[in-house]
């Protein structure tokens, strides 16, 4: 990947964070969005630049349909060739499945401007620069939530499962330049989201996984480079989630 160009969507984030170091380490430039978090951006962006690779730092709010096409725009501008999106970014809320009524169309839509639409705008923008290149790589980070009924909330869950057959659909869009997969990540340890969960709901993800433990934004981002590597794998969603089965 030496001298390929990425997007990082939500870069400022933990798995973020993760993925545009491992992405640097491979030897690609990375270009970071954010939404509010500018420090941690920046400091993405630093470990890019530790890396000898040259960054970026974009803020980009989803939920606006127009952002999309300028972050992409910046990206090609700033790199002159896009070769990697990574869509990381979402937006979460935890709601009780039984609470149906806290479920406002309001939250629905946010979550679906955000978490489904969002990411087709990004690669919208991004397949034209992809398809002149005759090479691109696309990789939607979705949630084990989207395969299985668990998660947060109802809307977030039912979103990444948008997300991954969305996947599938941009797969065959963009074939056969263009390779596009998803990436469905379990419980991530040493998140601050995973902070916010009570110990007692963290002991019990622990023992539903075969591995008995969380996964690492370190093993998520491993499995996103992966698939940026890949020739042959398109259309495909990987969980990383220490093996969580229906039981």
């Known amino acids: 990947m030496i001298g390929c160009a990425a997007l990082v969507t939500g870069g400022s984030g933990d798995i973020g964070a993760a993925i545009t170091r491992a992405l640097a380490t491979a030897g690609a430039d990375v270009a970071v969005t954010y939404l509010s978090e500018r420090d941690q951006a920046d400091s993405a962006a630093a470990g890019v630049a530790g890396h000898g690779r040259r960054s970026l730092v974009i803020r980009l709010d989803q939920a606006d349909a127009e ?39 309001q939250i629905w839509d946010r979550l679906y401007e955000t978490n489904v639409r ?24 979705a949630s084990t939530g989207g395969l299985l009924p ?3 909330s109802i809307g977030y869950a039912t979103s990444k499962a948008a997300l991954i057959h969305l996947t599938r659909f941009l797969a065959v869009a963009l074939a056969p330049h263009v390779l596009v997969n998803s990436v469905a990540p379990g ?16 002991e019990a993800i622990r023992c539903s996984t075969l591995l008995g433990r969380p996964v690492s934004a370190s093993d998520v981002a491993g499995q996103v480079v992966a698939f940026c590597r ?16 229906p039981r």
């Open 187 to 202: 419980l991530v340890e040493a998140t601050r989201m995973s902070r916010r969960i009570p110990l007692e709901m963290l």
């Open 118 to 141: 969002g990411p087709f705008l990004l690669a919208r923008a991004a397949a034209p620069v992809m398809r002149a290149q005759r090479r691109g790589r696309i990789v939607n980070i």
């Open 150 to 152: 668990g998660g947060s």
């Open 230 to 245: 890949t020739d042959s794998a398109t259309g495909q969603v990987v969980a990383v989630d220490g093996g969580i089965f």
């Open 67 to 105: 952002m999309p096409q300028s972050a992409v725009t910046a990206a090609v501008d700033h790199f002159g060739r896009l070769d990697i999106l990574v869509n990381n970014a979402a937006w979460n809320i935890g709601i009780p499945f039984g609470d149906l009524d806290a479920l406002t169309p």
